[in-house]
Each structure stands twice: as C-alpha cells, then as structure tokens.
C-alpha cells in the first residue's frame, strides 16, 4: 500500500475552515484515499474516502490532486467536538476482507 | 448506520486471569472482523483478522495462544486475553466492514473499544 505522511499536528479556531493535508506521491491506480478520525479514548469514525474526483458529505470534503498524490481533508466549519487524532489511509478498491492500517494521523486540536 | 457494540467498556482484572471482550455488529452481519490494540499515546496496530467459520490470522508478533479469537457467528467476534499480565493493559477495538457501501469499498465500523487493565 502506498505510504502516507501527514504533519504531526494542527491548530484550529472554533468556527473556522481546518484543513488537513496528506501526501501519497506513491499512490497507484487502483487506490482509494480514506480518512477516518479518533476522538480521544473512543473508537476510530470513519469520515470520507475517494479515488480522484472531489468528494463531500455532511462532515467533510475531500480534495484530491489531480495527479493523486496529495489530498486535503476540509472540515468547513470546525468544532470543539473536532479535536480528533485524523488518519489519511490509502488502500486497494477490491480488497474488502482486509484490514486498515493506522500511521500516526494529525493530531487537530479546535480551541474557542 | 452500522453500529459495532464492544463489552466489556473498562474491564480490571488481576494478573494471571482471563479476560474476555466480545464484538457485535448490531443491524449487519460481518463475514470478517478486525481486532487492534492501542496503547497511550500510539497509534492503531493491526493485532489479527477474524473470519467467520474459521481460524483467525494474526499479525507478525501476536501471540495467538494468548489473545485467543472465536468468530463463532456473522454478527460476533470474541477476544479472550489469557492469563493476563500488566503488559498486556491497553485499549482494544474491534471493527467491521460497513456493508451499506460498494463491496470492494475499505470503509469500517469501530467499536468504541474496551479498556483493559491488568493488576
């Protein structure tokens, strides 16, 4: 699977724009980009996943490069219930019987 | 959506016993499950793969005679920590393939993770 980098951490105001940056350069074809968060002390939520159109839903958008190798996750309006350690995975389409694997994520922290 | 329920929430336990976590998926029945342990401060790892019907597959430095996995039905997967020692305090979580979307789509339910203590 391609790897990921994302930096360690970020700073958010409460009512502002975050955007979380992820670097895939080595993403192939046939790999999906997800992203997933994990509030402290609970179970990872799963928020978005694309392959190379723009995608958005009730929680985030997802914007990927057109060449793929980096994406940005947007969270439009950020939130104290936002602070979440956020992970950029990127896995095979096809390959549902199998596990994702955590990096270290982003921690975001939102502060008022 | 899908829902995956962990018991126990907390569990404490003296060192030398068993501990036993159970995982159910809660309106979707799950062919393969997923176990992970955390420890403060890290990230995720991968500890095995549950399948339905069959054996689990661990994960290069699971010792599978210690963390003993059942997947006895489609809808619950069981973790049993045996003979449990300090070391083996952590936070566990289970998940599952959320089939409302495409079959070959990554996308998983977690559950909300059991943590162990172990005296």
């Known amino acids: 699977d391609a790897k990921t980098t994302q930096p360690t951490s970020m700073d958010c105001a409460e009512g502002r724009a975050a955007n979380l940056p992820c670097n895939h350069s080595t993403i192939s074809g046939n790999e999906y980009v997800y992203w997933y968060r994990q509030i402290h002390s609970q179970g990872p939520q799963y928020i978005i996943h694309?392959?190379?159109n723009n995608e958005t839903n009730e929680m985030a958008s997802l914007i990927i490069t057109e060449d793929r190798k980096s994406s940005t996750l947007i969270l439009p309006h950020a939130t104290l219930r936002d602070t979440a350690v956020y992970y950029c995975i990127v896995r095979p389409f096809g390959q549902a019987g199998t596990a994702l694997i955590f990096g270290k994520g982003t921690t975001l922290s939102v502060s008022s | 959506g899908a829902v995956v329920s962990q018991h126990p929430s907390w569990v404490i336990c003296k060192s030398g016993t068993s501990v036993k976590i159970e995982c159910r998926s809660l309106?979707?029945?799950?062919?393969?499950m997923f176990w992970y342990r955390q420890f403060p401060k890290q990230s995720l790892m991968l500890m095995a793969t549950s399948n339905e019907g069959s054996k689990a597959t661990y994960e290069q430095g699971v010792e599978k005679d210690k963390f003993l996995i059942n997947h006895a039905s489609l809808t619950l997967s069981t973790l049993t920590v045996t003979s449990a020692h300090p070391e083996d305090s952590s936070f566990y979580i289970c998940?599952?393939?959320?089939?409302?979307?495409?079959?070959?789509?990554?996308?998983?339910?977690f559950g909300a993770g059991s943590r162990l203590t172990v005296l």
């Open positions: 309106d979707f029945q799950a062919t393969t």
């Open positions: 998940s599952a393939r959320e089939a409302g979307y495409s079959a070959g789509a990554n996308v998983l339910t």
């Open positions: 694309g392959l190379k």
